[in-house]
């Protein structure tokens, strides 16, 4: 019997988070998060095979560009039916579905080598990155917790001009739930002449600023104070990039680079 695609329905639920465990290397903890903020049944597709679910993926909503953007996470097959095309026509009826919605489509491919697998279906990269590294200044920046509610106002505030990706509150909420899971930190910061949001993550034995409002000014403070909560002698600064840095993301529907980097990997 052929494999047909439709939109979720609040019942698939449990068949769902399943299918994700059975895909993923995440703990029931993290699928259970991931599904009580981003399960909403008609932005979750899914392909059925004799009445089975053996495929799914997320239309997770922002903004872009001043237009409704959705990125497209988790497209997962049952290991049990994969080579057999599934996975491209889940991303083909995903992508119909968020052009009847006027939206733009956007994802982030897991390494540099699936680019080309998604051009196939449409995609062209759209945001890119590169990264420095910055050794502490003399005097640490301050740190303080910060809310989501904090995080999502000075985020929209730092990055105002920047064509950047949107996220509502929700989504915000679920992201850095997301990097903290994984061993992130996040912070407001303080210097001398400026506050404004960081991200830290780990990446191997490297500490890196993955998200930041701060001038290129601030940055050796806020590294100093990093190091005091990591350790280590300097961090890795991601930075947006025109298109010779790396590609960090791809999208339809663009018409120029965007600024993406909280972004669920």
Known sequence: MSVTMRSAVARDELKLKQLFLNCFDDTLGFVNMFFEHHFVP??????????????LTFLLPCSAEGKLCYYIYGVCVDPAERGMGVGKELLRFAIDKAKERGALVLLKPENKELFAFYEKV???????YREEVFAPGE??????????????????????????VIWDKESIEYALSHEIFFGGRVYRYRTENEEGIVLFIRD?????????TASREALPAIVA???????????????PSDEGGIPYACGIGFKNLVYLNLMLD
């Open 42 to 55: 008609e932005n979750a597709i899914v392909a059925e095979k004799d009445g089975k679910i053996i495929g």
């Open 204 to 212: 191997g034995i490297k500490t890196v600023i993955k998200e930041t």
């Open 225 to 239: 104070a990093g190091i005091k909560v990591f350790g280590g002698e300097d961090a890795t600064v991601l930075f």
């Open 122 to 128: 449409g995609f062209s990269p759209c945001s890119y």
């Open 139 to 164: 005097k640490a920046a301050e740190f303080f917790d910060i809310s989501e509610e904090e995080y999502l106002e000075l985020r929209n505030k730092g990055l105002e001009g920047k064509n950047a």
